[in-house]
């Protein structure tokens, strides 16, 4: 250092040190708190795409849904949490994470609407900082979500839950194959077989496979639970944040419905929707590799509760979440849930 001559900036002093920065890496300085900043690209993978928010003014975002996203008649659950959690993100120093998040669903969210991020700096300490973030359509807050960030720091290391053995995801069928077999299986009701060929099929952006080998349809008891691996389709931006908003994205696809498996029944018609969802992340990953999501719930008194780990595939534990939700026999003739916007 002391022979070469390079532009560089201070960027710290104490009377102990002397921070210098070479000028090649002043972008370390950006506070670029979330992917990609600004932009959104066709080369995205499509879930990276679903969570794009726009900036409107300070502390709020829009985002909207896209014709090719999943929608079950709705805006999807968890495209207001991965959205809420990507406007939160945004407005927090990027050396702070999200390590939990609280959620409540509050209205039916249209998809045909722009959905509006209000984020509320709550509080910024040193090495933690709290959101809070209304999601609004129409002028009616639709959702709302707490979030808590912290710095990395060292600390005590432990993990009891231990992942299952279970098979490897290059060993078991995707969605897709599972659909064209089940369409062709002698085993399963002509009626059911008819209903899943003829029912519109629409490729969510997160590749799943489950672990166990599934006869049970929607007609048929089964357990309360559930083992599946999933991982974004292509390739993530390199950013913790964005892994962490996938994996929220992710976890309210297949969740609160496991809740209903030993209930099922010819001719059920159900009424469910989220009510409610918490997570806390324990370790780094990445929602582009494969990650084993387990759950295991209960039902009572309308309100299904599940709630779940993920690991990756090292066996490293690296969400814990719950959720409750609404689980009622659909009233007849089946009214779908409209926005009441
Ligand atoms: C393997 C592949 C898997 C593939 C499976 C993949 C599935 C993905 C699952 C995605 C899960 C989601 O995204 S769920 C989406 C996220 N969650 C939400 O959007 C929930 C938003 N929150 C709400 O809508 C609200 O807070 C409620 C409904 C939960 C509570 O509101 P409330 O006003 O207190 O509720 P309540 O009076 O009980 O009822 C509301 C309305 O429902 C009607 N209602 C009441 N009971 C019934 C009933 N049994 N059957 C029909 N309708 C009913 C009422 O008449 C009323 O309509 P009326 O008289 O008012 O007209």
């Known amino acids: 250092?002391?022979?070469?001559?390079?532009?560089?900036?201070?960027?710290?002093?104490?009377?102990?040190?002397?921070?210098?920065?070479?000028?090649?890496?002043t972008n370390l300085l950006e506070s670029k708190s979330i992917w990609s900043a600004d932009e959104t690209h066709e080369k995205f993978s499509l879930a990276e795409r679903i969570l794009h928010l726009d900036p409107v003014e300070v502390n709020i975002f829009q985002g909207i849904t896209l014709p090719d996203a999943p929608k079950f008649g709705k805006v999807f659950g968890g495209q207001f949490i991965g959205q809420a959690l990507a406007a939160a993100s945004k407005t927090v120093d990027c050396l702070k994470i999200v390590h939990s998040l609280h959620a409540y669903f509050l209205l039916i969210g249209d998809f045909n609407m722009p959905i509006t991020y209000q984020v509320h700096r709550v509080r910024d300490g040193k090495s933690f900082a709290t959101r809070r973030v209304e999601a609004i359509?129409?002028?009616?807050?639709?959702?709302?979500?707490?979030?808590?960030?912290?710095?990395?720091?060292?600390?005590?290391?432990?993990?009891?839950?231990?992942m299952p053995s279970v098979p490897n995801p290059e060993e078991l069928l995707s969605m897709e194959e599972l659909r064209e077999r089940r369409i062709i299986d002698p085993r399963l009701p002509r009626t059911y077989r008819n209903k899943v060929a003829s029912r519109e099929y629409v490729p969510w952006p997160i590749e799943i496979r489950f672990c166990e080998h599934n006869t049970s349809t929607n007609q048929t008891k089964s357990p309360p639970s559930l083992r599946y691996w999933f991982r974004a389709k292509g390739k993530l931006s390199d950013d913790q944040a964005l892994h962490r908003c996938v994996a929220a994205y992710t976890s309210d696809l297949i969740f609160l419905q496991v809740s209903l498996n030993p209930h099922r029944e010819k001719g059920l018609k159900s009424a469910s929707v989220s009510l409610d969802h918490s997570m806390w992340f324990h370790r780094p990953f990445r929602a582009d590799d494969w990650v084993l999501y387990i759950n295991s719930p209960s039902a009572h008194g309308a309100r299904g509760f599940v709630s779940g780990q993920m690991f990756t595939r090292n066996g490293e534990l690296i969400v814990s979440l719950t959720q409750e939700g609404l689980l009622r026999r659909a009233r007849s003739p089946v009214s779908a849930a409209k926005p009441k916007l």
């Open 1 to 25: 250092m002391a022979s070469s001559t390079q532009p560089a900036d201070v960027i710290a002093l104490s009377k102990l040190t002397c921070l210098l920065l070479p000028k090649e890496h």
């Open 137 to 162: 359509q129409n002028g009616n807050v639709v959702f709302t979500l707490l979030a808590s960030f912290q710095k990395e720091e060292g600390g005590f290391n432990h993990q009891v839950a231990e």
